[in-house]
């Protein structure tokens, strides 16, 4: 592996179901974020986290939640997935807060 | 609250010619990051050029080079001899500079660059 991985790639999801985005990285970076991109509105902070154990709000994150148990992973999870969440999520990381930020390949989530 | 504005929604250059893609923003902060990434048709998004607003010095790599007006709030791109694998959408992005920062990138809302053979 090198730098962030991301999955699923795509996923078509029922409204309602429960959902969990996938991202780890391997550079060993402190600081990690998911975003999610919509057209005609560019990406937007759903939540980030400065280092393991620690996880904070972004501009939007209603609906979700995130968990940071280890440096590598940061998981994203939908309780309930609603119409509005359409959208391409991408995690990105950085070696801290206010750091460059790499993206992942990012995943192309469409709830029905 | 910050912004990032990008005024050129599509854009359209000939191989090989130069273009230049604009982007303004609102701060108040004095301490800054300035970005520009890419994002070609694989969807991945892809860092092109960083600008420290301390800098006065205009950031270049390679053949993409930034002209950064901080009294205007002005961080435009120029990409020089532009290459048919330039077809992308290109983003704008600032990040405040200070402890205690979510670190997070307020993006503009992306310029669709094609290059024409």
């Known amino acids: 592996i090198a730098g962030i991985t991301q999955a699923p790639t795509s996923q078509i999801l029922a409204a309602g179901r429960r959902m969990t985005l996938r991202c780890t990285q391997d550079m060993r970076h402190n600081a990690m974020y998911w975003y999610r991109q919509d057209l005609g509105l560019g990406l937007r902070l759903i939540h980030y986290s400065n280092t393991a154990g620690t996880t904070g709000k972004g501009e939007v994150p209603d609906g979700y939640s995130v968990s940071r148990a280890n440096t590598d992973d940061f998981p994203l999870t939908l309780a309930s997935a609603v119409p509005s969440q359409t959208s391409v999520y991408f995690c990105?990381?950085?070696?801290?807060?206010?750091?460059?930020?790499?993206f992942g390949p990012g995943t192309r989530l469409t709830v029905l | 609250a910050q912004t990032v504005t990008q005024s050129q929604p599509e854009m359209s250059v000939q191989e090989a010619e130069t273009v230049t893609l604009s982007c303004t923003y609102d701060t108040s902060e004095n301490n800054y990051y300035l970005f520009w990434y890419k994002q070609p048709p694989s969807r991945q998004m892809i860092l092109v050029i960083r600008q420290e607003a301390y800098k006065q010095q205009n950031a270049t790599e390679n053949r993409f080079s930034v002209n950064f007006q901080k009294a205007a709030k002005s961080f435009s791109l120029k990409i020089s001899d532009s290459q048919l694998g330039d077809t992308a959408m290109y983003f704008c992005a600032f990040m405040k500079n200070y402890g205690g920062s979510q670190g997070n990138l307020i993006f503009g809302k992306g310029t669709k660059l094609s290059v024409k053979p």
């Open positions: 990105a990381s950085s070696r801290g807060l206010g750091d460059t930020q790499y």
